[in-house]
């Protein structure tokens, strides 16, 4: 996963996070926002820079087996075949 929380504590409800992401990512819940699909996250960062209250926590990798994306780690090292 990429964007990784949203604090409750520090989050004013100002839902700039939601118009801002490109993705959908963060949804409206109620008054709150809320991860609904960090699947679809990239790593942008729009939210993290456009949160006045610095309340949310991106990281800078995703939790995709490269293998599924390449399909290239299959293949043993030094294989002819
Ligand atoms: S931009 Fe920051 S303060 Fe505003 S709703 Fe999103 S997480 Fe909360
Ligand atoms: S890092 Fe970018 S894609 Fe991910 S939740 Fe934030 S704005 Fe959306």
Redesign the pocket.
């Known amino acids: 996963m ?2 990784e929380k949203i604090d409750p504590d520090r989050c004013s409800g100002c839902l700039r ?1 939601v118009e ?7 949804r409206p819940e109620g008054p709150d926002p809320k ?1 609904k699909y ?1 699947e ?9 820079l ?1 949160c006045p209250a610095g309340a ?1 926590g ?1 990281t800078p990798w995703r939790a995709i087996p490269l293998g599924n994306v390449y399909g290239c780690f299959e293949k043993k090292v030094g294989s002819t075949n």
């Open positions: 990429a964007v996070c801002v992401c490109p993705m959908d990512v963060i991860i960090p679809d996250c990239q790593s942008c960062y729009l939210c993290v456009e949310i991106v």
